[in-house]
C-alpha cells in the first residue's frame, strides 16, 4: 500500500513529464543586428543609435555587426540563413530588400520570401542637386536647360537609389541626360563637386553640408518636404508622379515566432519615441517615419516592389 506523500510525488513527476519544457523569456543572450554596408555608412550609424536603445530596453546587449559588400547581398544572404530564433537580425533597406532584385541578376536571397518584417525605422531624405556651374535655379530650369542642351548634362551613380532616381528623372522629363556609374559612393559626389557631373539626386546624411554651405544647389527633395532644408518643394510637387523614397527598417529570418517579432516591433516603436534619439538620428541627416505593424510593413514593402518593377521598365533597367 503506498503512503500518501509517495502518491503525491507520483502525480509531480506525471504532471511534470506532461508539460513543455518552459521557455526563456526573450532575449535571454545577446542579440546580433546584421548591417549589410560598411562600418560609418548612414544605415551603419542609425543602426548603432537604434540597436544601444532597444538593448536598453529589452535588458539584453544588442551586437552590431557590419557584413558589407555586392550592394548589401552578402550581409542579407547571411541573416537569411541563419537560425529564425531571434538573434540574429538583419537592419535591411530598400535596396537590400527590394532593388536587388531588380538591378542584379544574382541574388542568393528573396527579399520578401525569406525575411520575416519587424518594423520600420526611418530613411535619408534625397534632393536634386546641380553644380554650381550649372545655370539652373529650378527643376522647371534644370529640365529646359537639359532640352536645350541633350548630352551636357550626366549624373553619377553609385547605388540603387543614386540610380532609380536620376533614371526616372531623364524618363519622366524625355532629356538626354547621361548616366555615369561609379564603383564607390564617395567618389561620385567628387566629380560631382568637382564639376565632372553635373546632377545628382544626394542623401542628406552626405550632402547637406554641401547644399547648406553653396557647394551644391538643392533644387528640389524626395520624397517630401524637409525642415533642413525650407523653401526647397519636394519633387513630386515640381513633377508629379516623381515618388521614390529611401528606407529601412528591421527583419528577421522567415520562421521567427510571432511572439519574438510583435515583441520587437513594440519595444522598437518605444524607443523611436525617445527624444534623445530622435535628436541623434536627426543630426546624421536622418528622418523616422510611422511606425508599422509587422502585417503592414510586409504590405509596404511588396508595394514598393511593385513600385520597383513599374519604375526600372520603364527605366528601362536590365539586371546586370
Not at 559588400?69 to 540574429?88: F, H, K, L, N, W
Not at 554650381?132 to 547605388?159: D, M, Q, R
Not at 551644391?216 to 513633377?239: H, N, Q
Request: overall charge positive.
Amino acid at each position: 500500500m503506498k503512503t500518501l506523500p509517495s502518491i503525491g510525488l507520483c502525480v509531480l513527476v506525471l504532471a511534470a513529464q506532461g508539460l513543455p519544457a518552459a521557455r526563456a523569456a526573450y532575449p535571454d543572450k545577446p542579440v546580433t543586428i546584421v548591417v549589410p554596408f560598411a562600418a560609418g555608412s548612414p544605415t551603419d550609424a542609425v543602426a548603432r543609435v537604434v540597436a544601444e536603445a532597444l538593448g536598453k530596453r529589452l535588458g539584453q546587449s544588442m551586437v552590431v555587426q557590419n557584413r558589407p559588400g555586392a550592394t548589401g547581398m552578402i550581409g542579407s544572404e547571411y541573416v537569411a540563413r541563419a537560425q529564425p530564433d531571434g538573434y540574429t537580425l538583419l537592419f535591411g533597406t530598400n535596396t537590400t530588400q527590394v532593388a536587388n532584385q531588380y538591378f542584379f541578376k544574382k541574388v542568393s536571397y528573396d527579399g520578401l520570401k525569406d525575411f520575416a518584417p519587424v518594423a520600420i525605422v526611418g530613411g535619408v531624405p534625397h534632393a536634386l542637386v546641380v553644380n554650381p556651374s550649372v545655370p539652373v535655379n529650378s527643376v522647371a530650369e534644370l529640365i529646359e536647360y537639359a532640352k536645350a542642351h541633350p548630352g551636357k548634362l550626366s549624373f553619377p551613380y553609385a547605388n540603387s537609389t543614386t540610380r532609380i532616381t536620376g533614371s526616372t528623372f531623364r524618363v519622366m522629363t524625355k532629356t538626354q541626360i547621361e548616366a555615369i556609374p561609379y564603383k564607390a559612393y564617395g567618389q561620385a559626389i567628387a566629380e560631382l563637386l568637382g564639376g565632372q557631373t553635373q546632377m545628382m539626386f544626394i542623401d542628406f546624411s552626405t550632402g547637406l553640408s554641401y547644399m547648406t554651405s553653396g557647394k551644391l544647389k538643392a533644387l528640389a527633395i524626395t520624397p517630401d518636404r524637409s525642415a533642413k532644408l525650407p523653401g526647397v518643394p519636394a519633387m513630386k510637387e515640381v513633377l508629379p508622379g516623381f515618388e521614390i523614397g529611401n528606407w529601412n527598417g528591421l527583419f528577421a529570418p522567415t520562421g521567427t515566432s510571432p511572439e519574438v517579432i510583435d515583441r520587437l516591433n513594440r519595444e522598437i516603436r518605444a524607443v523611436l519615441e525617445q527624444p534623445e534619439l530622435r535628436k541623434q538620428v536627426d543630426g546624421v541627416g536622418y528622418e523616422l517615419l510611422p511606425p508599422m505593424a509587422p502585417a503592414e510593413f510586409g504590405k509596404y514593402i511588396a508595394e514598393e516592389s511593385r513600385h520597383y518593377a513599374r519604375l526600372t521598365k520603364a527605366a528601362d533597367i536590365q539586371p546586370e
